[in-house]
């Protein structure tokens, strides 16, 4: 349980002010769209609390909830291409550096 703790308490600045943009962005892109929050709690399947939990970036917020804001704004194609590996650019680079310098038929 000690472990568990440890990690809730520890954040990262990155990943706060992430969050709180997403959140941001979900909140115009809601307002642009002529949703109010509470359509957009009944489409989710969540309370007004929890949408606006979304919309202030809170990271304790499920990704699930954060998931399926998007999908409500249209969104969700975004969302499942976010690490395809063919955007992967790092991974893909990681793996470059481990193929093998020459290739040799086997006899």
Not at 32 to 50: H, K, N, Y
Not at 68 to 73: P, S, T
């Amino acid at each position: 349980m000690c472990s568990i703790v440890f990690i809730m308490s520890v954040r990262s600045f990155r990943v706060e002010q992430v969050l709180k943009k997403l959140g941001g962005d979900i909140r115009d892109a809601r307002k642009r769209r002529g949703i109010t929050v509470q359509l957009m709690a009944e489409r989710m399947g969540v309370t007004r609390v929890t949408v606006a939990k979304i919309e202030r970036g809170e990271p304790n917020t499920s990704m699930g909830n954060y998931a399926m804001a998007l999908y409500i704004l249209g969104k969700a194609d975004e969302l499942e291409m976010l690490m395809d590996r063919t955007h992967d650019s790092l991974g893909l680079d990681l793996m470059d550096e481990k193929l093998p310098k020459r290739v040799r038929v086997s006899k």
